[in-house]
């Protein structure tokens, strides 16, 4: 089995029948070689891209020890496992790949995927690379946020927030549990004096029927799928926000500080 051929026919547009191919190819072997892990991880991807079920894969990949899994393997079962609304085991896996490949950043060039790994460089490694990880972690980035006390809650719906809207603008942000907290949000934010931050996430929750039910993201995702055009007015709103002077670092800094 020639992977860079299968992967070049997927390429080419035969998707379904490069799927199926390594699909055949697993389905025959008894044991797990090199080649059949391998095969595994082009699987996973092939069917990720696809929007296929691809759990066979990751079940596959999880029973086996770390050690013999490479770079873009963890790199894969982040993706999954983000999308799977799982942040805690999505920031594992990226960890690993950081960890065990020489030059991250090329590599996923390499493999056509840069600028998700500039995303996840800044959301997963670099900016929770620091005394607060363990609190988004705890809370697992926003799902649980009750189990924090309330200026931990502050900060990391604060933050959240920032980063989100600042690295995939307010669509992102919406499709995250952080966003449930929506409106508690733009009020902590303006209790410490920020302001473009807040008034831009008002008006983005203003877009929304009056009362919407933001408890559910992917019920809030739902709503904007059905509703596109919502989606160019978010980008007025963030193209206030990426054109601000604001210090908003220093606020989150002083927010971050008054968690005792």
């Not at 770390?66 to 894969?76: I, S, T, V």
Request: proline content about 2%.
């Amino acid at each position: 089995m020639n992977v860079d051929k299968i992967t070049a026919l997927f390429e080419s547009g035969e998707r379904e029948k490069a799927v199926e191919i390594l699909e055949n190819f697993v389905s025959s072997k008894e044991k797990l070689t090199q080649k059949t892990v391998n095969a595994y991880v082009t699987l996973l991807e092939f069917k990720f891209k696809m929007g296929l079920d691809c759990s066979k894969e990751v079940t596959v990949l999880e029973s086996i020890d770390e050690d013999d899994l490479w770079g873009f393997a963890f790199f894969m079962l982040g993706l999954y496992f983000e999308k799977d609304k799982n942040k805690e085991k999505a920031q594992s896996y990226f960890k690993l790949f950081n960890e065990r490949v020489n030059d991250p950043e090329q590599f996923a060039e390499n493999l056509g995927y840069p600028d998700e790994w500039k995303r996840i460089e800044k959301e997963y490694i670099s900016a929770k690379n620091d005394d607060s990880s363990d609190l988004f972690i705890k809370c697992n980035f926003g799902e649980n946020i009750e189990t924090l006390f309330e200026n931990e809650q502050i900060y990391v719906l604060c933050e959240g927030f920032v980063e989100e809207v600042n690295s995939g603008g307010f669509e992102a942000y919406f499709s995250t549990d952080y966003s449930k907290h929506c409106v508690k949000t733009a009020e902590y934010l303006e209790k410490y004096k920020s302001r473009i931050y807040p008034r831009m996430l008002r008006k983005a929750i203003g877009l929304f029927p009056e009362g919407f039910d933001f408890s559910d993201p992917i019920t809030t995702e739902a709503y904007l799928d059905e509703h596109e055009k919502i989606l160019d007015k978010f980008e007025k709103l963030e193209e206030k926000i990426y054109e601000s002077t604001e210090d908003i670092d220093a606020i989150l800094e002083y927010i971050k500080e008054q968690i005792e």
